[in-house]
């Protein structure tokens, strides 16, 4: 019946209802990002020994109970060090994300709002950046300049804009679709208010989703150019880094490599975790169709 | 449809004309000084400014950018200072290896991952998709480099099945080729298997809801034709730009593996040439990979182009 | 009509009840319903959205989705129970037994198979014909279902076919195997009403031919008078009544059938007010004990909410009604207008549009570079949305605007607004041009001039509350201190008769017909003098429906506030309008005063449409029937019509412009036929 379509256009726009029960993938994701989160906060205090002090006498010891997981091949802790590595990956992770939807947000909505020139240029930019893979993007910039943290953080970042730009722009091409976007023309609304108060409050659900999941890419990414020797710099505890040192000894000394390996692992599932429980959260198009058609 | 095949050359063209303006930009803002890297630190100050304005450095960066791109556009990346050869043919070299690598690794991941996110919609809930779905998230959260690290780990490691490192040519005989290969194509293809199953799953199983594949149940035809002739052939559309992007993907993770395996390929020159700021190889490299993208998605567009009628037959109302 | 009794019915539902299996709960989809369908017999199943209708269809063919469940009953097809059937057995009496006809022609073919293959594959695989044969059995298929060109129809991928041709390729490949039984959902409910007149000729043509048993679900009860021998009718999950058609229709028995025939505008009577069915569906999840209908039914006594009723039959017929002799042929009540304010006089119009133009370039610049026939060539696409329309609205007056989708109507109401850019022509609202005006000086004239749209999930942001989207327009013309705010949306919602509470409610907190009204509260919150109504009813159901016509009409006559109101249903606007204006492919092609556009002389395409309205009261006489169907519009030298036209005279249509023929004062009809001529 002729009801049928608008019924199905709204429940995209809805907004989640209150008192839903929440998603397992979100409670179980949420729980691991808050443990590591708090084991990465409280590193200094709780890490069981220095991590960056270096002890020939404890070279290369495997998991015991002073050293639970080991020590490297400095004969420093690889516990503490990883500890202390946790707030690097998560500070690359959110520093990333910030930066490209800082960026890409404004952008996407001003393609998508103004249509026309504005859109083509600004889409056919993104679509050169897109056409170089990520980590040669990330190479590229920072082969300009030395190695250091901060930087593989803008650089990741930078590197994420152009899909956080497309992706704003295709949610706003569908809003500014919608008839309550013609209400508030008819009413003179100025541009920024029908950006801002009308536009945007509607498209963060995805826009979310898609941040939570961009920290776990902007991990892994600015953790394989430190593995690469562009980011983070000796005798740092990054975990890429970690890796990338631990190769050497990998037939001897497994631990060393494998610990941080795995932690990554489990940050990026548990924020996996988050963005998909999200997802399923807050877009409502992937929930379950109601069943009771006309 | 030939209007189509068109625009999308020109656009192909396009991204390689900026990709190259994006490359050379960002490179000439490299702090490290060509003239000093050739003569040496210390070298004296005259001597670095006779050379700078011999190689052109000096010159407005638009043309020393018109110089390099015309020189490119006949095959010329000029001599890599740092290793005294030719750029163009060691970087072709390097990437007939990597393409190799990536072209064995690709025809893993696009047959065995549609096939699996295929299994996975049709038998939505059972054990293939529940698979598919905890392969997925390693898949999305084991990075390549550590991925490769589990893989010598044990097959170099502990089976000692595999050499943990290195390259062998063909003409040291077939097997002594793949015994090398396989342990950087099977990292490959854990971690880029999940991504295309996964997202193949996803629009099997959107074809699988629409109204055309119900209509095609209430014609009583067999479930398995259903599937085969009315979702399949609606899905494979998205599909094949799925691949396309899992080719960027793939380009991006030789640039590890290779490094990783101390494979001989395109990605382990672009880090040693990053490392070494070796200038013009990093230039011909970075291009050549971004030419390689543009032409893998010019084949999706067009690959799609031709099975998607309504591309190819434009609207005439019959 | 009446196929004869005796004969054993080809269909039987006997108490089928169906449940879903939602997130928030169990829903009985279907509670325990009866039908029967007679060899060579047509049975209309009526219902709003949300009654269970479709899920019938689906039942029937074994396609119901996974959440579903049959809770019990029988569906017996030919008297045997397809219940008792393994899914191997039912899948292969799909074709050859029964058949479906989708809703919606758009999605329900496979975009990437050519037609022809879609309708002859059901042969190839029950009949176990070649796919050769099976096509040369399509094009057969084709040609019957009126095609002109099967052969090419059958060659042609779906989307290079219009909705009707679409729609029509979709009833031969449900008949290619010869069912028995046709089961029709919503065949023409997407479709124009000029195309639905088609459809239902063919389908009623097919009927007499074939001896096809028909079960036909509609919303549309126009529809269902037309093609169907009985009747029944649904609600809420349950059927409330069965009969004859022509005898339901003259004397409804059940409350609801009564307010669902009451709620239909009707050509015939026009003014007043219609009768709407106040409430909503009940929650299917949680069913009242009682009577399913009694919290809306205006003769419900206590025991009706107490007890349930059983059907009760009476011969042919048969309802579910406790009151059925108590209320016997009382009408539905119907509520009395709102006391009229001094209706503005004619005067100097509020709205006045002269040589409105409005292209829209689809392919334009370097899109439009096309390779042919060996270079580059420049083949730029656009649509010529507006091509010079005039148009005239006075203070107070209802200007009915009335076409198919695609002739421009929903751009010509936003140009008038501004809200679409016109590319030519001048707009005056109150007296002034307002084409040239920046967006500072079109603020009083936009506080002048408001829009209520067609579509309530789109036209409310679904994260304001009620109070943020009334209140919104009050405080950005300074209508009201800001103290104030909550007091004036509290009367604006009184005005719309919403309970004040509704002010902290968000969009998906309420039905469709509230929307509406939210949306109607905000367009006359700034106090308009003029309204563009875009098609303000067309997404709501019947019932619905009269309520707001009913609010639209009582705010006009007490606010005195002028419409353009837009509508591709000719009931609605004639009941609404003072002034009708037909348009067709970006031209108004006939103008007048109601009552004179909906009697002769008529435009030919006035005509058409006319004819092709399904009427509830009784079948149409005389047919008109169009050829083809709405091209989208390029700008044409001659008449817009010329090339579907019945009554086209020779080459003067495609060459010249109609000279403009006035019957009466008012009243424009813009053809080469001479007056006289368009008289009958």
Known sequence: MAAASPEQASRALRPARAGRKLPLQLVVGASIVCVILALALLAPLIAPHPWDTINVRARFLAPNATYWLGTDDYGRDVLSRLLVGARLSIFMGVTATAISLAVGIPI?????????????????????????????????????????????????????????????????????????????????????????????????????????????YAILLAAALSFLGLGAQPPSSDWGLMISEARSFIDNAPWIALAPGFAMCLLVIGVNLVGDGLRETLDPRLRHRVAGKG | MTGYVLRRLVFAAFVVVAVSMLIFAIT??????????????????????????????????????????????????????????????????????????????????????????????????????HGVSVATYLGIAVPEFFWSIVVILLFAGYFRWLPASGYEPMDKGF?????????????????????????????????????????????????????????LRNAMLPTITVLALDVGRLMGGIVVIETVFSYPGLGRLLVFSIQSRDLLTLQAGILLVAAVYALANLAADLLYAWLNPKIRYGRSVA | MASSTSAPPTLQVRDLTIRYRTPTGTITALDSISLAIPKGGALGLVGESG???????????????????????????????????????????????????????????????????????????????????????????????????????????????????????????????????????????ALDVTIEAQILDLLEGLRAKRGLSLLFISHNLGVVRRVCDRIAVIYAARVVEQGPTAAVFARPAHPYTKGLLAAIPRLSERRGRLAAIPGRLPDLAAPPPGCIFAARCPFAEPACIAERMPMREDGERAARCRRLDAVGAAPWPVAAPAPHAARAEAGAPIVSARGLAKTFHLRRGLAALRWQGGRIVHRPVFVRALDGVDLDVAPGEVLGLVGESGCGKTTL?????????????????????????????????????????????SSLNPRKTVRELIGRPLVRFGLAAPGDVAARVAALLDLVQLPASYAERYAHQMSGGEKQRVGIARAIAT????????????????????????????????????????????????????????????????????????APPYHPYTAAL???????????????????????????????????????????????????????????????????????
């Open chain 3, 527 to 598: 106090e308009p003098k003029f309204l563009v109504c875009d098609e303000p009813v067309s997404a709501l159901d019947v019932s619905v429906q009269a309520s707001i016509v009913n609010l639209l009409a009582d705010l006009r006559d007490r606010l005195a506030v002028a419409y353009v109101f837009i509508s591709h249903d000719i009931s609605v606007v004639a009941h609404l309008a003072d002034r009708i204006a037909v348009m067709y492919r970006g031209r108004i092609v006939e103008t007048g005063p109601t009552a004179a556009v909906l």
């Open chain 2, 175 to 231: 097997w002594t080729w793949a015994h090398h290969i396989v342990a950087p194509v099977m990292t490959l293809v854990f971690a880029h298997l999940a991504h295309v199953s996964r997202l193949t799953r996803s629009s099997m199983l959107e074809a699988m809801q629409s109204p055309y594949v119900t209509a095609a149940r209430a014609k009583g035809l067999p479930e398995r034709t259903v599937v085969l002739r009315h979702a």
């Open chain 3, 51 to 189: 009654s269970g209708k479709s899920t019938v269809g689906l039942a029937l063919m074994g396609l119901l989705p996974s959440e579903a469940q049959v809770a019990g009953g029988q569906l017996l097809l030919d008297g045997s129970d397809l219940l008792a059937l393994d899914p191997e057995a039912r899948r292969r009496m799909r074709g050859p037994k029964l058949a479906l006809v989708f809703q919606d022609p758009f999605t329900a073919l496979n975009p990437s198979l050519r037609v022809g293959a879609q309708i002859g594959e059901g042969l190839v695989h029950h009949r176990g014909i070649s796919v050769s044969a099976g096509l040369d059995a399509a094009r057969r298929l084709l040609a019957e279902v009126g095609i002109s060109d099967p052969a090419a129809v059958a060659d042609a991928y779906p989307h290079q076919l219009s909705g009707g041709m679409r729609q029509r390729a979709l009833i031969a490949s449900a008949l290619a195997c010869e069912p028995e039984l046709l089961i029709l959902d919503e065949p023409t409910t």
């Open chain 1, 108 to 216: 996407g909505l001003a393609a998508g709002f103004f249509k026309g020139r504005i859109d083509e240029i600004l889409m056919r930019g993104a679509d050169v950046l897109l056409s170089v893979p990520p980590i040669l993007l990330g190479l590229l910039v920072l082969a300009v300049t030395p190695p250091a943290l901060w930087k593989t953080a803008v650089a990741v970042g930078f590197v994420y804009i152009p899909p956080m730009a497309r992706l704003t722009r295709s949610v706003t091409l569908a809003l500014a679709e919608e008839d309550f976007i013609q209400a508030a023309r008819a009413r003179g609304e100025s541009t920024a208010y029908i950006l801002f108060r009308e536009i945007l409050p509607n498209a963060w659900p995805p826009l979310i989703v898609e941040g939570s999941l961009r920290v776990s």
């Open chain 3, 610 to 680: 006319l004819s092709a309205v399904p009427d509830v009261d009784a079948p149409k006489r005389d047919r008109i029937r169009l050829k083809g169907e709405i091209a989208a519009p390029t700008g044409s030298q001659g008449c817009v019509f010329e090339s579907r036209c019945p009554r086209r005279i020779g080459d003067v249509c495609a060459t010249a412009m109609p000279p403009t023929r006035a019957p009466a004062p008012g009243h424009a009809i813009a053809c080469h036929l001479e007056t006289e001529e368009l008289g009958h």
């Open chain 3, 413 to 457: 109401g936003r140009t008038l607004l501004r809200l679409v850019e016109p590319s030519a022509g001048t707009i005056r609202i109150d007296g002034r041009d307002v084409t040239g005006l920046d967006a500072r000086a079109m603020l009083p004239v936009r506080r002048m001039a408001q829009i209520v749209f067609q579509n309530p999930d």
């Open chain 2, 28 to 129: 000439s803002l490299l702090p490290a000084n060509v003239a000093y890297l050739i003569l040496g630190q210390f070298a004296p100050p005259e001597q670095v400014r006779a050379l700078e304005i011999k190689l052109g450095l000096l010159d407005p960066i638009p043309v020393q950018y018109w110089r390099w791109a015309s020189a490119a556009f006949v095959g010329d990346f000029g001599v890599s200072m740092l290793m005294d050869r030719p750029v163009a043919p060691m970087v072709g070299e390097a990437i007939l290896r990597s393409a190799v690598l990536a072209g064995i690794s690709f025809v893993f991941i696009a047959v065995v991952g549609v096939g699996l996110g295929v299994l996975a919609a049709v038998k939505r809930n059972g054990p293939v998709d």
